[in-house]
Every structure is written in C-alpha cells, then in structure tokens.
C-alpha cells in the first residue's frame, strides 16, 4: 500500500502553478512595459491597451510586447 503525503503536491499541482505564476509575471511586465511608454500614446490608446492586457489574460500582453510596444516606438529616424 503506497502512501500519499498530502504535504507534497502532485506534479500536475506544481505545473499549474507555475503556469498561474508566469501569466501573472507576463501581466506585470506588459504593464510595466506600458507605464514606461504611455507618454507616447493617447490616453485612449492607453487606457485600451490596459484593457487589453488585464482583460485578455495571456493573448493581451503577448499581443502588448509583440505590436504595441513596436507601435508606440519612436521613429528611429529621430535624432
């Protein structure tokens, strides 16, 4: 008879963990991200790309750090 020690979680426990921990520091970096060049867009283009990013819970801030942040870039042309 095995015994189960239910102060050790099951492997599928610290998986789902881990993926909650990295959607969670996804989401803080993509706020971060935004905060930092949000003096460069709207405020409605600000206060959507936050929607966006809390409200989409993965796809949101992926979809921050891959096309918003290029968008908000300045011309690189500018000196």
């Known amino acids: 008879m095995?015994?189960?020690?239910?102060l050790i979680p099951a492997g599928y426990d610290?998986?789902?963990?881990s993926v909650a921990i990295l959607t969670f520091v996804l989401l803080i970096v993509a706020l971060v991200s935004l905060v930092r060049t949000a003096r460069r867009l709207t405020g409605t283009q600000a206060l959507l790309w936050t929607a966006i990013i809390l409200f989409v819970p993965v796809v949101g801030p992926l979809c921050w750090m891959l096309?918003?942040?290029?968008?908000a870039a300045?011309?690189?042309?500018?000196?």
């Open 2 to 6: 095995e015994v189960h020690n239910p």
């Open 14 to 17: 610290i998986a789902w963990s």
């Open 67 to 71: 096309i918003g942040r290029r968008a």
């Open 74 to 79: 300045p011309p690189s042309g500018s000196a």
